[in-house]
């Protein structure tokens, strides 16, 4: 029997933001060893809507 681990981080990515100031929210998933990343896209809080 095998074992496995798993891990999910969120990472608030300060070096990508756009000219409003809004940075980009960053998952990484690890599975054993395999590592994904997936890039969240921007929402502006107040208004609820996604930015581009």
């Known amino acids: 029997m095998s ?7 969120f990472y608030c990515r300060e070096s990508k933001k756009n000219k409003d100031g809004l940075a980009p929210i960053e998952m990484v998933i690890i599975l054993n060893t ?11 809080v107040a208004l ?5």
């Open 3 to 9: 074992r496995s681990t798993a891990n999910v981080s």
């Open 34 to 44: 395999r590592r994904c990343f997936i890039q969240l896209p921007r929402k502006d």
């Open 48 to 52: 609820g809507k996604v930015v581009e």
